[in-house]
């Protein structure tokens, strides 16, 4: 091969590295705005994260004040000593002991031993009201739990849900991040290609250049080489045929008789 094919075979080559890398600098430019569209959506998934924990943190912080306070009733319901089975017996013990007391015909003795039972039965009873009040804010307190659980468990499950979404968006943006870095690699490569292609390509340019002035030259050497041989020639042939038409003047001075040929070489000489 030589320089001027090579330097052609270098020109293809090189158009054909720059197609190359202005698809790949448009791939990657999709790439990257893929990686920016996936990035608002995984940030749009953490905030939806980030306002469920905020509502479902709120929920528990109000679940362990209630678990708490639910702790604290339990133990003051246990020191009265009362439960709703004993208050509902206190009062209808009261009441049985104040039927027979109005209804039945009892002795003095009896009176008195009932009228002391019911006043002790009735010593109980402020114990009891504020057990009564503890067990109401008990149940106040386990039905807030109640309702409140499953609003914990539904937040619960929409921040895993978005969590998870976000995770998604977060491995296809990553996916697309390492296609990327691949890319500005190849890119990066072909460029370091085509600067040596180029300086390949600008050295043979060179030398077809040198080589195609060389031959200007030669063809210029050839022609003036050419010429001064013709001249040359023509001085000789001149010479001879001035050498040969001067004794022939000599005779058409003297006034003879020329033949045809020696009338063309005294023309050709111009001594006629």
Not at 252 to 262: I, P, R, V
């Amino acid at each position: 091969m030589n320089a001027e094919e090579k330097h052609e075979t270098d020109k293809k080559e090189i158009q054909k590295l720059v197609a190359k890398n202005r698809d790949r600098i448009t791939q990657m430019r999709d790439h990257i705005q893929e990686v920016q569209v996936l990035k608002d959506k995984r940030d749009a998934e953490n905030a939806e994260v980030k306002k469920y924990k905020k509502q479902r943190d709120k929920i528990e912080e109000r679940v362990n004040k209630l678990r708490e306070a639910l702790d604290q009733d339990n133990e003051k319901l246990k020191e009265t000593g009362v439960t709703d089975n004993s208050i509902a017996g206190i009062q209808r013990y009261i009441e049985e002991l104040e039927w027979i007391q109005q209804t039945e015909a009892i002795t003095p003795a009896r009176e008195k031993d009932l009228s002391k039972k019911i006043n002790e039965l009735r010593k109980k009873l402020p114990k009891s009201d504020e057990a009564r009040k503890l067990m109401g804010d008990i149940r106040k307190e386990r039905d807030e739990l109640k309702k409140l659980n499953p609003d914990s468990k539904e937040l619960r499950h929409k921040m895993i849900e978005h969590a998870r979404q976000s995770d998604e968006y977060h491995k296809e943006r990553q996916e697309l991040l390492n296609k990327v870095d691949k890319l500005q690699q190849k890119i990066s490569e072909t460029i370091a290609q085509l600067e040596e292609k180029r300086g390949e390509f600008a050295e043979l340019d060179a030398e077809i250049n040198e080589a195609r002035e060389a031959r200007k030259k030669d063809s210029h050497k050839e022609h003036d080489d050419a010429a001064k041989k013709q001249k040359a020639i023509e001085k000789k042939i001149k010479k001879r045929i001035n050498d040969a038409a001067q004794p022939i003047y000599e005779k058409f001075k003297a006034g003879e008789k020329l033949s045809m040929e020696e009338l063309l070489i005294l023309r050709e000489s111009g001594m006629l």
